[in-house]
């Protein structure tokens, strides 16, 4: 059975019952069996549960009742809440914990039929850029095991990269599906804020957080989105739209790409990189299809990064607060007091990056320093999203690169939080401005995959994808496999 086959070809395989649901979850199940020890992309495999999903998804391929998703196998990122099965987020501060209730995303996902097969690694508490700080120990990158797949979404991408799944699920605060994605030669869209429900995603930074799927090609990210999308109640962050093109993506796919858009090429993203190859291929093809393109100004970027790490480790100080060994995850044994329970169980439960963001973030909001700090930064997320504002305006896309190189070396930054914060530069700017970004392969670099991102107006995911999916028709980086997977 084919590992990396496409959505469109499992969903055909399994309504011409050339295969059952059950049968391909059983494949896949024994592929993670036999290579996942070499990998390390999940925490959690629970094999009872898919499949019993998936007998479930052959009677209602038997009876008529399935959708574009039913039987089709899937990896979820452990941040999202599972009724039954641990949600750890990578950390041992939760180590114990099994959700009563299933995310949205993940309640969604379950109506349509799909199988998860287990629960993705990430970087503890979606903190992170290499996925090297989990409680679970580093992930892989397929392509290269001395190398790291991405964070804080790295088991996700290293599960489809690696054929354990066809798609999987992400989430991205500052670049976590981008980012992945990119090293892995992977599709990975975060979504417009508001467009993915966070309800039962465990939360990094509640102003930034948006779920969003890994998939080989855009046709697949867009028809998992399309099932993921919604306006949640439960969420007061959750949009109410009404996207015709969303809503017919399971039946006519992405549709047609809007003919002669301008793209915009930001200087910012573009200067000083060794190696732009990637972008140029892109720009090449899509100036084929009848786009045009031109240099643009995002004069406030290089403010992204220290704004990023202001905001999102203020809000993380503020969210993990809940963690004190009283309600729920890791109680440190035999407190003598109130102040030991808390402080024990606050330092053996996370990790050196995560109490690192908690502690800056919990600077910045102090006395006398919010102003200096925080404020300072919201204002410049502010400009930071009136530069695109301003931008679209003249352009309809913009296409930057997503990562400044290939993969790096794992170890080679866990001693310089700073230089690894820098791997997010091109993908945190549009998560300030809560814009949808799609990274899409596009070359290699050093035997590596790199990926080239393309970022819309809010909420038009439409154009990106579709774009993604035009570029994809003619290259084949993203049918690329890592060598010796089979």
């Known amino acids: 059975m084919e590992r990396f086959a496409t959505l469109e070809r499992l969903r055909t395989g399994l309504n011409k019952r050339l295969f059952s649901a059950t049968e391909l979850t059983q494949s896949y199940l024994q592929t993670i069996a036999a290579e996942d020890p070499n990998i390390n992309a999940f925490i959690t495999v629970d094999e009872t549960a898919a499949l019993a999903a998936a007998a479930a998804a052959d009677r209602r391929l038997a009876d008529g009742s399935a959708t574009a998703l039913t039987g089709i196998p899937l990896a979820h990122k452990d941040i999202f809440c599972t009724q039954g099965t641990l949600t750890t987020c990578g950390s041992h501060m939760l180590h114990n914990f099994v959700a009563p209730y299933d995310a949205t995303v993940v309640a969604k996902l379950k109506a349509a039929g799909i199988i998860c097969l287990g629960k993705a690694n990430m970087d503890e508490f979606a903190m992170g850029s290499s996925n090297e700080n989990s ?69 990094f930074a509640s102003s930034l957080d948006q779920g969003g799927p890994i998939a080989h090609s855009a046709q697949d990210a867009g028809l998992l989105l399309s099932y993921m999308s919604g306006f949640d109640p439960k969420d007061s962050t959750s949009t109410q739209r009404n996207d015709a093109w969303l809503e017919n993506v399971p039946n006519q796919g992405l549709g047609e790409t809007q003919s002669g858009l301008k793209i915009g090429l930001p200087i910012e993203y573009l200067s000083g990189l060794e190696d732009t190859s990637g972008v140029e291929h892109v720009r090449k093809a899509l100036e084929s299809k009848g786009h045009t393109f031109t240099e643009v100004s995002l004069p406030h970027t290089d403010a992204a990064i220290p704004a990023y790490y202001v905001i999102a480790g203020a809000e993380a100080s503020t969210n993990l607060s809940r963690y004190d060994g009283v309600r729920f995850g890791h109680r440190c044994k035999d407190p003598t007091s109130l102040e030991d329970l808390y402080k024990r169980s606050r330092s053996e439960g996370f990790g050196d990056e995560v109490k690192r963001r908690i502690l800056t973030g919990t600077y910045a909001l102090s006395v006398g320093y919010y102003d200096a700090y925080y404020l300072k930064a919201q204002q410049i997320r502010r400009l930071i999203s009136n530069d695109f504002n301003e931008v679209f305006k003249t352009v309809d896309v913009l296409l930057t690169p997503t990562t400044p190189g290939p993969a790096f070396a794992a170890g080679a930054l866990t001693q310089d939080p700073v230089a690894m914060y820098q791997q997010d530069k091109f993908t945190v700017p549009a998560s300030l401005a809560g814009l949808p970004g799609l990274s899409v392969p596009c070359g290699m670099q050093q035997g590596l995959p790199i990926g080239a991102q393309l970022i819309g107006p809010a909420f038009r995911e439409d154009l990106i994808l579709t774009l993604a999916r035009d570029y994809q028709l003619m290259s084949d980086w993203h049918l690329n496999i890592p060598a010796g997977a089979k």
Do not use: E
Request: with cysteine; aromatic share 8%; hydrophobic share 35%.
């Open 135 to 203: 409680a679970y120990g580093p992930v892989a990158n397929p392509w290269s095991k001395q190398h790291v797949p991405g964070g804080s979404s790295g088991g996700s991408a290293a599960a489809v990269c690696a054929g354990f799944a066809p798609i999987a699920t992400g989430t991205d605060t500052g670049g976590s599906i981008r980012q992945p994605a990119s090293f892995c030669g992977l599709t990975g869209l975060k979504p417009t804020y508001g467009r993915v429900s966070r309800y039962g995603m465990v939360a």
